[in-house]
């Protein structure tokens, strides 16, 4: 299979669109991915498991994040992962919505500004 990573990122990750990642995060992907303060009982459970994103940055066990990777996680939610929970969501989210989401992952290991760690924390206004 051919597997074609693009990287031409079309969205700059500042505190605007990280804030967007968030909340399309919080309703589509928090239910098996986990919060920063919750991991999802879902995704714990699932064979194979879902990668709880914001639990690395707590444990710290994984290296500091690229630009690439972004795209690799661009990559994975467009597409997602068969014979897994891991939907795809080509058809769910716009191109444009992907790449905030990507990049909000790309960043998860690194402090967030407050208004999107509120986001994630489902206290935003
Ligand atoms: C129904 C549960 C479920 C939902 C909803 C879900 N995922 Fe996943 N996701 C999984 C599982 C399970 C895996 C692990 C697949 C594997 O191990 O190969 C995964 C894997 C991934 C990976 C690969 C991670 C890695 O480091 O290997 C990415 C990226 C990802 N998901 C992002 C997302 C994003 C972004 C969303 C929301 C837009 C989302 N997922 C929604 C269950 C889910």
Not at 5 to 13: M, T
Not at 32 to 52: D, L, M, R, W, Y
């Amino acid at each position: 299979m051919e597997v074609h990573i693009p990287r031409n990122n079309p969205v700059p990750i500042n505190e605007a669109t990280l804030r967007e990642g968030a909340s399309i995060y919080m309703s589509e992907c928090a239910f098996c991915h986990g919060v920063p303060a919750i991991e999802s009982q879902v995704g714990v459970n699932t064979f194979p498991k879902a990668p709880q994103f914001f639990r690395h940055h707590a444990t710290g066990n994984r290296p500091p994040d690229s630009a690439n990777r972004a795209a690799a996680y661009h990559w994975f939610v467009e597409n997602g992962v068969r014979l897994t929970a891991m939907p795809s969501f080509k058809h769910v989210l716009t191109d444009r919505e992907q790449w905030e989401v990507a990049n909000l992952l790309a960043v998860s290991e690194t402090p967030l500004p407050e208004s999107v760690k509120k986001v994630l924390a489902g206290s935003a206004d």
